[in-house]
């Protein structure tokens, strides 16, 4: 997936209120840009970090950048766009190129699901549907690991609930973590920051609910969805 206007570099001054954030762009102009993620950002919104934003010209936003990728050391980075993950699903999809979700004819996004919710994606084929939550695993806190969540998720408990419920009604379901930065070979589910969240995954896991973990390509110029990487389950401080 390409941005579709290209990013431009500028330097955090500070994010605040979750979803706003001051910058200053290279000739020194200071901008107000769009936050698109509530998490806790951990390692990616320190003031001074390099980031990158995309503008806008459209007239009814209030704010003429959002702010998409930040530079990390050595030379990665990360996305903190947390709706990026499933624009970029939704084209790996489509071209089937997601190993294990490649034998299906039709892709829908945002079906309304369970109680009250909408799932990201439901595939449907010759075979049974299946249902397909995406989380964006931004957090690292040592070593080549990559986590989900970085802070207290409800929301995302319940999911795992309503994909078990798929399941047993003879549904297929798949959990899909996305890993959204360049310096992490392996994926795990953070259990001590939302011990929910961790228990509402592991029972789901044994009700049938599938995880495919997956790499990413990240670029100023796009994000792509690339091949598999290990799965860890769920781990306890890193």
Same mark, same amino acid.
């Given at each position: &997936?390409?941005?579709?206007?290209? @990013?431009?570099?500028?330097?955090?001054?500070?994010?605040?209120?979750?979803?706003?954030?001051?910058?200053? #762009?290279?000739?020194?102009?200071?901008?107000?840009?769009?936050?698109?993620?509530?998490?806790? &950002?951990?390692?990616?919104?320190?003031?001074? /970090?390099?980031?990158?934003?995309?503008?806008?010209?459209?007239?009814?936003?209030? #704010?003429?950048?959002?702010?998409?990728?930040? *530079?990390?050391?050595?030379?990665?980075?990360?996305?903190?766009?947390?709706? #990026?993950?499933?624009?970029?699903?939704?084209?790996?999809?489509?071209?089937?190129?997601?190993?294990?979700?490649?034998?299906?004819?039709?892709?829908? /996004?945002?079906?309304?699901?369970?109680?009250?919710?909408?799932?990201?994606? #439901?595939?449907? +084929?010759?075979?049974?549907?299946?249902?397909?939550?995406?989380?964006?695993?931004?957090?690292?806190?040592?070593?080549?690991?990559?986590?989900?969540?970085?802070?207290?998720?409800?929301?995302?408990?319940?999911? &795992?609930?309503? @994909?078990?419920?798929?399941?047993?009604?003879?549904?297929? /379901?798949?959990?899909?973590?996305?890993?959204?930065?360049? *310096?992490?070979?392996?994926? +795990?589910?953070?259990?001590?920051?939302?011990?929910?969240?961790?228990?509402?995954?592991?029972?789901?896991?044994? /009700?049938?609910?599938?995880?495919?973990?997956?790499?990413?390509?990240?670029?100023?110029?796009?994000?792509?969805?690339?091949?598999?990487?290990?799965? &860890?389950?769920?781990?306890?401080? +890193?």
């Amino acid at each position: &997936m390409r941005f579709a206007t290209p @990013l431009i570099p500028a330097t955090l001054v500070r994010r605040y209120k979750r979803f706003l954030a001051d910058a200053v #762009l290279d000739d020194g102009t200071e901008v107000t840009a769009h936050c698109p993620n509530p998490g806790a &950002m951990t390692g990616q919104a320190a003031p001074g /970090a390099r980031i990158w934003l995309e503008p806008n010209d459209d007239p009814k936003r209030k #704010l003429k950048y959002g702010w998409r990728l930040t *530079d990390l050391p050595g030379g990665h980075r990360v996305v903190v766009d947390t709706g #990026l993950p499933n624009r970029v699903l939704a084209e790996a999809l489509r071209a089937r190129a997601v190993p294990g979700l490649d034998g299906y004819d039709t892709v829908r /996004a945002e079906v309304g699901y369970g109680a009250n919710s909408r799932v990201d994606f #439901l595939l449907t +084929g010759p075979e049974r549907d299946i249902y397909v939550e995406v989380k964006a695993v931004t957090l690292r806190r040592t070593g080549d690991l990559a986590e989900f969540p970085d802070c207290v998720t409800l929301r995302g408990a319940r999911h &795992m609930g309503e @994909l078990a419920e798929m399941v047993r009604q003879g549904h297929r /379901a798949v959990v899909l973590f996305a890993l959204q930065r360049t *310096d992490c070979d392996r994926i +795990g589910v953070a259990s001590d920051i939302d011990p929910g969240y961790g228990r509402a995954f592991d029972a789901a896991r044994v /009700a049938g609910v599938e995880v495919i973990a997956l790499d990413s390509r990240i670029t100023v110029g796009g994000v792509w969805a690339q091949g598999a990487l290990p799965f &860890m389950g769920t781990v306890t401080g +890193g």
